[in-house]
């Protein structure tokens, strides 16, 4: 099984400030992925983190709002950018479709 | 579109019964189903997994059951005890490759409660 650490745990943020969410794998992985939780909601995939291009976004998901980065096959970073009380969520990260990190629960005022 | 439905938001049950956890789905490109337990401020945990090839799989407690005709899934906890309580998501892959299961799409989960 993979270890997975996510940092932060939780931040409340002010609107149209950015925040970077961090996700660390103590192995190399092939599959990173992201995930939103919002209140009351079942988990939605964001995009797939794709190491050394570009990720791939679902549907109702774009770049300029959540920049994903993959420098390596044990790290990947979603910001959520420009944010407003509508991104209050839980942020998850997943590997391999079957490990979870521990999420991140974002306030936005 | 919701293209996977678990239909009860929550179930109670006493300890030592079986607890009974469904899951609908409508695409019929999904090769596999997942399920996970959830804890308040934890990510989820994964539990059980199935092959659409199959139609039952079991570890331990957990046994978890596809009807590929009916589009349905389910999962039995047998004895239930109060450490599962938590909620359940059902998840599904059509992506799945290697050693990956790749995108997953998940139901909206139930919350399990079982009482000592």
């Known amino acids: 099984s993979a270890v997975i650490s996510q940092k932060p745990s939780r931040d409340i943020c002010q609107r149209g400030t950015s925040l970077t969410i961090q996700c660390q794998v103590d192995?190399?992985?092939?599959?990173m992925f992201w995930y939103r939780q919002q209140p009351g909601q079942s988990l939605t995939l964001i995009a797939t983190?794709?190491?050394?291009?570009?990720?791939?976004?679902e549907s109702g998901f774009v770049i300029d709002k959540f920049p994903i980065s993959r420098p390596n096959l044990t790290f990947s970073t979603l910001t959520v950018s420009n944010m407003s009380p509508e991104d209050s969520s839980i942020y998850l990260c997943?590997?391999?479709?079957?490990?979870f990190g521990s999420g991140t629960q974002l306030s936005v005022l | 579109d919701q293209q996977v439905k678990q239909n009860s938001p929550s179930l109670s049950v006493q300890e030592g019964r079986i607890s009974i956890l469904n899951c609908d789905y409508t695409?019929?490109?999904?090769?596999?189903f997942l399920w996970y337990k959830k804890y308040p401020a934890e990510g989820p945990t994964f539990l059980i997994s199935?092959?659409?090839?199959?139609d039952k799989n079991e570890d331990g407690r957990f046994t978890v059951f596809l009807n590929k005709s009916a589009k349905h899934l389910s999962l039995h906890i047998v004895p239930s005890q109060p450490g599962d309580s938590a909620v359940y998501f059902c998840?599904?892959?059509?992506?799945?490759?290697?050693?990956?299961?790749?995108?997953?799409?998940f139901g909206q989960g139930t919350i399990l409660t079982v009482h000592p």
């Open positions: 997943s590997v391999e479709g079957l490990f």
């Open positions: 192995s190399q992985v092939t599959m």
């Open positions: 983190a794709n190491q050394g291009s570009e990720a791939t976004y």
């Open positions: 695409n019929s490109m999904f090769d596999y």
């Open positions: 199935i092959s659409s090839i199959k």
């Open positions: 998840a599904a892959s059509a992506s799945a490759g290697g050693t990956s299961y790749g995108k997953l799409t």
